[in-house]
């Protein structure tokens, strides 16, 4: 289809095809298993199961859809209304409003995350803190400078710009270097184990405790990410886009949630899959097209006192691919949901071989996905050199598709370096109680 110009300015309609067929076809699924009638106690949380999946897939089909019509993009359809539009006719106290409902909902999100964890309670509150504090800085500069232009290029906004950028930084890296420590070892050797060593009872204890630390330091770092990427994208996306934001982080939210729930054995690649599906459709909801034109420039000079092109260049960035980095860094959440680990720990107590278990999947997926769009493309272009639109369609199309292979490389680092640093503080923790006298 990218052989096409009128397929490339269109490319918002097969991302959000893909994404919401999938989802439906699970969604089908899922109804067609649902229990009828009143079953036993048994059964009676199994069911409860089965619901909580088919409220997270109508979570992720209704923002898909609200998403896809917050912005009429491409070519053949811009002049159509949408969402954007009728809030923009309506007035700017309709755009404010949205966008502080927005934040409050993605800080109060933020709070509820955090307290899920079994972490320790004084680490989770300062945690809940640092976002507390984030959100209301987020919406004080929502409030007193989004319609004041003149106010908003002073130095008051970007004095605050710059405090949430600090505040962001620090609780993300708070949470991403401190939660492997707070997870509480144990290693424990039972005396009436049947024919177990004592040696091979301590090792098989050190794997549990090293699976119980990755996921619950990768859960609440995957949240960190996800909500401070969400609060970051909310100073710097358009006002209009503060809703979509707030939508495309419960949509990659539930998809999780229902992963977790879903008692179906797939395959990991479907999951990683659909949800780098959903980070693309979210690209395109926002407002992107395969045009330059669409880039957000003003965006990028926010909390920036003096001229600096590599910083504006990286604000740039971060605004226009907010969606696929969102969805990428969730998949640190993502890890910490899933059972291929357990199934692992019972064959090997090598740490290394169960590092490559946990994130083999995860990682190749979106790799693979984009390499296949890159390298098809790229003999497109090579195909189409000639063409009277290499200028205007097919050149910008290949610049983005450059740029979305950067921003998948640097996603899956992200995860990668989170999950290795988590395996090393488990392990190191693991080993160093092991040495002391039981």
Not at 94 to 119: D, E, H
Not at 332 to 341: A, C, F, N, P
Request: proline share 3%; with cysteine; net charge positive.
């Amino acid at each position: 289809s990218m052989g096409s110009s009128s397929m490339i300015e269109e490319e918002q309609y097969i991302w959000h095809f893909l994404t919401t067929t999938l989802f439906w076809i699970l969604f089908r699924k899922t109804i067609q298993i649902l229990p009828l009638g009143d079953g036993d106690s048994l059964n009676k949380g199994h069911s409860s199961s089965r619901y909580r999946q088919v409220l997270a897939l109508l979570v992720i089909l209704i923002s898909g859809r609200i998403i896809r019509a917050w912005h009429q993009g491409g070519v053949n359809w811009t002049q159509l209304p949408d969402i954007s539009k009728w809030l923009e006719q309506g007035g700017s106290r309709w755009i404010k409003a949205i966008k502080v409902l927005s934040g409050i909902l993605i800080t109060s999100l933020s709070l509820f995350a955090f307290s899920t964890s079994r972490l320790n309670r004084c680490f989770i509150l300062v945690v809940q803190l640092f976002f507390l504090l984030s959100g209301c800085l987020v919406l004080q500069h929502a409030i007193k400078y989004q319609d004041n232009n003149f106010l908003a290029s002073g130095g008051g906004a970007t004095f605050i710009a710059q405090i949430i950028y600090a505040v962001l930084g620090i609780a993300t890296c708070f949470v991403a270097v401190a939660s492997p420590w707070m997870f509480p070892i144990y290693i424990h050797v039972n005396s009436s184990s049947n024919g177990q060593s004592p040696a091979s009872q301590i090792a098989k204890n050190q794997m549990v405790h090293l699976l119980g630390g990755l996921k619950e330091s990768s859960y609440l770092t995957g949240w960190a990410y996800m909500l401070s990427w969400s609060l970051l994208q909310l100073l710097l996306q358009q006002p209009i886009n503060s809703m979509p934001i707030l939508l495309l982080l419960l949509q990659t939210s539930a998809s999780v949630i229902y992963f977790l729930n879903d008692g179906v054995a797939r395959k990991t690649c479907v999951e990683v899959a659909a949800l780098y599906f959903i980070g693309m459709a979210g690209h395109f909801g926002l407002g992107n097209t395969n045009t330059l034109a669409t880039i957000d420039v003003a965006g990028a000079f926010i909390g920036i006192s003096s001229h600096s092109t590599l910083l504006s260049g990286i604000l740039m960035f971060c605004i226009t691919y907010a969606s696929p980095m969102l969805v990428l860094l969730s998949l640190v959440m993502y890890i910490s949901i899933k059972d291929e680990s357990h199934s692992r720990s019972n064959k090997t107590t090598n740490i290394g071989l169960l590092l490559k278990a946990v994130l083999a999947i995860p990682l190749l997926v979106p790799l693979c996905i984009n390499s296949v769009l890159l390298i098809a493309y790229t003999i497109v272009l090579l195909q189409m050199r000639n063409h009277l639109f290499i200028w205007s369609v097919f050149s910008p199309k290949y610049l983005y598709v450059c740029a979305t292979t950067v921003c998948v490389y640097i996603g899956v680092c992200i995860v990668a370096a989170t999950e290795v640093y988590i395996y090393l503080v488990c392990s190191f923790r693991s080993r160093r109680l092991l040495s002391e006298p039981l």
